[in-house]
């Protein structure tokens, strides 16, 4: 009885011993819960409450516009060339960090983390002197008749430069802590180069890979500062979701903006779904193992 | 197959990993490279490997020079210090990868990849195992796994860098005579890397002893731990107690005791370096006749088949001596006792 007492004393003290009283765990749960309401629920409730506020035929009057369903494809063209290029990129610099020794390596990793250094509207104006039409490589543009200021290959650039580091970063501490071992390994069984990324690698970070990709797409569709300088704001031509819904409300035009800014804020939804999923499925197979490591010690007293 | 090692030279930076190394292993022998943590053993092992190359000198594989061989064609088994098991896969596909990479023409049927991998976990005992993942392993059993995998791809060579490095005193024991017994089934010519003196006096047909990034010395177990090339050697094969000394008279003295005689003559006054084993001391209540030195008891630790006896010499160092258990009887030796020490054998190594 009194072992069991002992016991129970002890698992209190435990306890008590992490937790704070009532009143100071619902003030700091008060807080947070107060201040995540205010800054991100309400503005996202606000926005599809003003998308509707019209009502639903004026609602679809402005997303089915022509010029609304023309930026919704320049996002989408955009995300679809952006995400794939990063992705890329972003496999590759991780690789050749992780798993090489090289001098600039560290001038490189600094490099990677410019576009988050810099204001997007100046990593735009950089573009417009470079391609503009009195940029460095203007005139030689003009002559080619090639355009990119202005026009779509433009909002591209500037897009992919803005989400660079996001893969990247995502994967370089990630297979920094796995190492070169397993891969080795697989050199030493006889496997080659394609062999051992697609076998060996590309399975240890195929998670890092989804996360980083779904953040890259989320700041793709939602880039507005770089993108608003280098695209010229032509209605139905060069104009992206977030540049579309900054037009119609200069217009006064709110219902409308609204409208088109749920299309984006559904997208960041989905976005954050998508994340939460990866998340847990990473998670749950890291738990699915830890779990039966139990089950191994019984079996190595047999 | 036998490997041969020439004048290998391997430098990080500015440290020297490996100068000048050459090493030769007959085909079917188990070699071991015995050294400290930075001694340039686990280099050697990756430059034999392929998955380092050196700055100069070169490797044969039956006296084909293979130096410019890419890792994947040298063919051979190399076991990670860690294991480095593919995390992702299980059991029986960490084994069967060698198989499954190989280019089609010469690529096992499916059929022919599972006999294979099944038959290779029987062999290391883990065929039970086969459909779990590495994390649900205990180490022994990982080891196990990554020494089948090594094996899949039929090496002509395998290399194993500190194979029992991770794990618990009892599971290294059994393992290393199961390491041994496998090595005298599939005579397969290896080489494995390791700190520990037992394991690579126990394991190996030779043991390399490493230090510095040269080979010090090059035996049998028995050579190396009998003879020992020099005073390093002497110390990191095994317990040793070293005295300094000075030469007089073709005698070497520590304190006012003359220790015995060098093997050859040495000049007086040079100094003298006494290595004795904690087991080549005997103790006596009273002097013998033989050369001995007087000590204080210190500490005894009776637990294990050798009594660990600590002296403190009448010139001051502290001296390890082990006894065995029926003599620690007979004496019935206690805490502070006053006694006699003598050798029986020594070791003096005159420095120059």
Redesign the interface.
């Known amino acids: 009885m009194s072992s069991s007492t002992a016991v129970r004393t002890l698992a209190a003290a435990r306890a008590s011993s992490t937790t704070e009283p009532a009143f100071v765990r619902f003030g700091l749960l008060g807080v947070a819960l107060a201040f995540l309401g205010l800054f991100l629920i309400v503005p996202v409730a606000v926005v599809f409450e003003q998308a509707f506020a019209k009502g639903g035929a004026t609602y679809l009057a402005a997303v089915g516009e022509p010029e609304a369903l023309a930026a919704l494809r320049l996002t989408l063209i955009t995300a679809a060339i952006v995400v794939p290029v990063n992705l890329v990129f972003g496999l590759a610099a991780a690789w050749a960090i992780a798993k090489f020794e090289f001098t600039g390596k560290s001038a490189l990793i600094t490099l990677i983390d410019l576009p988050f250094a810099v204001s997007p509207v100046i990593s735009g104006m950089v573009f417009v002197l470079l391609f503009g039409a009195r940029g460095l490589f203007g005139p030689w543009l003009d002559a080619h008749g090639l355009k990119i200021i202005f026009a779509t290959p433009g909002i591209v650039i500037a897009t992919m430069f803005v989400t660079l580091p996001l893969v990247a970063r995502e994967l370089i501490p990630l297979m920094h802590a796995h190492g070169t071992?397993?891969e080795?390994?697989?050199?030493?069984?006889?496997?080659?180069g394609w062999?051992t990324f697609f076998?060996?690698t590309l399975?240890?970070i195929k998670w890092g890979v989804l996360y980083g990709v779904i953040l890259c797409n989320a700041r793709a569709m939602g880039e507005f500062g770089a993108v608003s300088v280098v695209s010229g704001h032509i209605r139905g031509v060069t104009n992206t979701l977030p540049l579309h819904v900054e037009i119609l409300y200069n217009e006064y035009n709110s219902a409308a903006a609204f409208a088109v800014a749920s299309l984006l804020a559904a997208l960041a939804l989905v976005t954050l779904v998508a994340k939460r999923l990866v998340e847990s499925k990473a998670h749950s197979g890291r738990n699915g193992?830890?779990a039966?490591?139990g089950?191994?010690?019984e079996q190595?007293e047999h | 197959m036998s490997i041969e090692a020439r004048g290998i030279t391997k430098t990080f930076g500015t440290f020297t990993a490996l100068q000048d190394v050459s090493l030769h292993v007959p085909t079917g022998e188990l070699v071991a490279l015995l050294g400290p943590s930075g001694s340039g053993k686990t280099t050697l092992l990756r430059i034999i490997a392929g998955l380092e190359i050196p700055d100069a000198g070169a490797v044969l594989f039956d006296g084909e020079d293979a130096t410019g061989r890419n890792v994947r064609d040298r063919r051979v088994g190399f076991v990670f210090q860690h294991y480095a098991l593919f995390r992702h896969m299980t059991v029986f596909d960490n084994v069967a990868f060698g198989l499954r990479v190989r280019p089609r023409p010469v690529r096992p049927s499916r059929q022919g990849i599972r006999d294979r991998v099944m038959d290779l976990l029987k062999l290391v005992q883990l065929d039970w195992l086969s459909d779990r993942y590495p994390t649900q392993l205990s180490g022994g059993q990982r080891q196990r796994v990554a020494l089948a995998r090594a094996l899949a791809v039929e090496p002509r060579v395998l290399l194993l860098d500190e194979p029992f490095g991770a794990l618990d005193a009892r599971v290294r024991q059994e393992l290393r005579r199961w390491l041994r017994r496998l090595h005298d089934d599939l005579h397969i010519t290896g080489v494995f890397v390791t700190h520990d003196q037992e394991e690579a006096l126990e394991v190996a047909d030779r043991v390399v002893v490493m230090n510095h990034g040269r080979a010090v010395q090059v035996g049998t177990p028995e050579e190396v731990y009998h003879h020992p090339a020099s005073p390093f050697v002497y110390h990191f094969l095994g317990k040793v107690n070293l005295f300094h000394g000075r030469v007089e008279d073709g005698q070497v003295f520590v304190g006012e005791i003359a220790m015995g005689l060098p093997g050859d003559a040495a000049p007086d006054a040079a100094e003298a370096k006494v290595y004795v084993r904690p087991h080549h001391f005997d103790i006596d209540r009273k002097p013998n006749g033989r050369g001995h030195f007087r000590a204080r008891v210190v500490h005894i630790n009776p637990a294990g088949p050798q009594v660990k006896v600590e002296v403190l010499t009448e010139w001051g160092e502290m001296a390890h001596v082990d006894l065995p258990e029926e003599r620690y009887r007979t004496l019935g030796l206690g805490k502070g006792d006053e006694v006699y020490v003598s050798l029986k054998e020594e070791r003096v190594f005159i420095e120059t």
């Open positions: 071992e397993e080795e390994a697989a050199v030493s069984l006889g496997a080659g062999q076998r060996v399975p240890n193992l830890t039966s490591t089950e191994r010690k190595d």
